[in-house]
Each structure stands twice: as C-alpha cells, then as structure tokens.
C-alpha cells in the first residue's frame, strides 16, 4: 500500500522558511520520480516542484523558481522541499505525490499524501 507521509509544516513569519518531508512506503521509492503540489484556500491544487528518481531532471513552477528547492534521499524514502523567503500567497497546504517524467514533463499519479499546512503570516 502506497504511503506518503508530509510533516514540517507549520506557522512563518513573511521571510522565513521551512523545510518540508514526505516519507514514503509501500512501493520501491527509487523507481519514481516525485513532486511537490501546493493548495491555497479556495483554490485548486497546483503544481510547485518535481524531482526525478536519480535527481537528474528537477522542474519548478515559476512563482517558485530561485525560493524553493527540492530534494530527495533514496536511502531514506524521503522528499525534502527547502523553501525560502515566504510570503503570504505561499500559504497553503503542501502535499507530496508520485509519478514519473515522460518526455521531459512530469506526469502525477494518483497518490497523494495527508498534506502539511504552512501559514505564512506575522
């Protein structure tokens, strides 16, 4: 049974940063790349980072480029997001997913985690 488990979250001052985990389990981890989604309150969930399963191809959403970074630790089945400089409209809840890139271009799978809430706010 796929698992994806996002901790980290929590309330920031505008500025500040976080850093975001997705434990995984019930699949070989190093076989899927793997992303970040992010949805704000009253919004529909959008696509923030993703990481192939060598780390060789990372993709980001441009509202994001140059603050967020995205990683991943085979070894331990996690995924990291590093995010930076927080503003307001980074408010919402972050969730990871599993997929893979096809042509250069992230494709999600249906698996999704419970998500983590970050509140950017002073």
């Known amino acids: 049974q796929v698992q994806l488990v996002e901790s980290g979250g929590g309330l920031v001052q505008p500025g500040g940063s976080l850093r975001l985990s997705c434990a995984a389990s019930?699949?070989?981890?190093?076989?899927?790349?793997m992303s970040w989604y992010r949805q704000a309150p009253g919004k529909e969930r959008e696509f923030v980072a993703a990481?192939?399963?060598?780390?060789?191809?990372?993709v980001y959403a441009d509202s994001v480029k140059g603050r967020f970074t995205i990683s991943r630790d085979n070894a331990k089945k996690t995924t990291y997001l590093q995010i930076n400089k927080l503003t307001p409209e980074d408010t919402a809840v972050y969730y990871c997913?599993?997929?893979?890139?096809?042509?250069?271009?992230?494709?999600?799978?249906?698996?999704w985690g419970q998500g983590t809430q970050v509140t950017v706010s002073s």
């Open positions: 019930g699949f070989t981890f190093s076989n899927y790349a």
């Open positions: 990481i192939s399963w060598g780390s060789i191809n990372v």
């Open positions: 997913n599993r997929g893979r890139f096809i042509n250069g271009d992230y494709e999600a799978q249906n698996s």
